[in-house]
């Protein structure tokens, strides 16, 4: 059974997201329809991308991904469907694509070519689907569109390294259920400029000099939980997916807070990671 998995932010109040899944089971009702997330931000592509590069990865290969973000139809904005790590996807060119594709080069990509087919004001709807659709049925990326060699490069949110490589100016990307604020800085460009030297994170007012493994491993748990009080701590550490982050252990936005709320920063606000 094909899969197909959705990335939107079209959140779940309106009937957008009930209407996709409606076209799909009609166009091919032995798919598996997947959604990954419809709280993206609106029009956030960098939230999109970070939350479907940690998640398609999951998913067995040949899975197509529809990414419903941004994706109006214009002379700037065109659609394209690529296979990229043994995955498809399908959205629109709008840097979303180069910032999952950031190490790994997509095996085919096509602009889609058949919106004078089917009358369009939803592309998400008449034109992802009909496209996914094609795809699961075992379709070919070239009867849908037209080869091409590049797409959108995203560069607003990228690091800025200085000439002398004693900063790293990065941005908040995306902040998570938690408040936990998710940078563009990776442990690879981390390593790559650090060379062990002594460095600050400087996130608005708050100062960091260590970058800690785990969200716990600065507790001592020698003491009695009863006599610790560690939750709302501020720390930065490498998550999962390899970016900086600066969190709080254990936050709650209702009590204790979290990063964002105690630190007031959101997304593409300034993180400065300073090397001595």
């Known amino acids: 059974m094909p899969i197909i998995t959705l990335t939107t932010d079209f959140g779940t109040k309106d009937h957008f997201v009930g209407a996709v899944k409606g076209a799909i089971y009609s166009e091919l009702n032995t798919a598996v329809v997947v959604d990954i997330s419809h709280e993206i931000d609106a029009f956030n592509i960098a939230e999109t991308a970070y939350v479907l590069n940690n998640s398609y990865k999951s998913f067995p290969d040949g899975t197509i991904h529809i990414i419903g973000v941004d994706s109006e139809f214009n002379v700037e904005n065109k659609h394209i469907a690529l296979l990229l790590d043994k995955h ?127 969200y716990s491993d600065f507790v001592n748990f020698n003491i009695p939980k009863a006599n610790r009080n560690d939750d709302g701590e501020k720390l930065a550490l490498f998550n999962s997916a390899g970016f900086l982050e600066i969190a709080t252990y254990r936050s709650n936005l209702n009590s204790v807070g979290g990063a964002s709320s105690l630190l007031g920063l959101k997304y593409r606000d300034n993180i400065i990671l300073n090397f001595y």
């Open 88 to 214: 498809y996807f399908i959205c629109a060119d709008n840097g979303v694509i180069a910032m999952i594709a950031s190490k790994i080069k997509p095996e085919e990509i096509v602009e889609i070519t058949i919106h004078n087919a089917f009358s369009s004001s939803f592309p998400v709807l008449d034109i992802f689907v009909k496209v996914a659709c094609h795809i699961a049925r075992g379709g070919k990326l070239n009867l849908i569109g037209e080869p091409i060699t590049d797409f959108k490069i995203n560069v607003e949110l990228s690091p800025i390294v200085n000439k002398e490589q004693t900063e790293i100016k990065g941005n908040v990307i995306y902040v998570d259920h938690y408040g936990n604020l998710i940078t563009n800085i990776t442990k690879a460009l981390f390593n790559d400029i650090s060379h062990n030297r002594p460095f600050e994170i400087k996130a608005r007012n708050y100062t960091f000099t260590k970058i800690h493994n785990c």
